[in-house]
């Protein structure tokens, strides 16, 4: 048998107030539903398991500003086997 009790627990979480272009440092409208942006994440798979820890996050307001940060991203030879696009809105 099991015996519960009533508690009040304060739970504390992180939630997202805004979303900054990693390239231009502009702020992404993401109450605008005729706009869009572009989320990446860039990983690698030759760690085995542990490979989620290679996982890297950007955000860009707009196509130029995704374009600029591939360009710089594989100039100098990255460190990654995908580099995934998804385009929100």
Known sequence: MRNYEKKEVTIIKEIETEIICDTCKKVINTKDRSAHYYKVRTSHA???????????????????????????????GANTDNYDIERIG
């Open 46 to 76: 030759r760690w085995g398991n542990d490979s989620h820890e290679s996982a890297e996050y950007w955000d860009f307001c707009s196509y130029e500003c995704l374009i600029e940060h591939m360009n710089k991203f594989f100039e100098n």
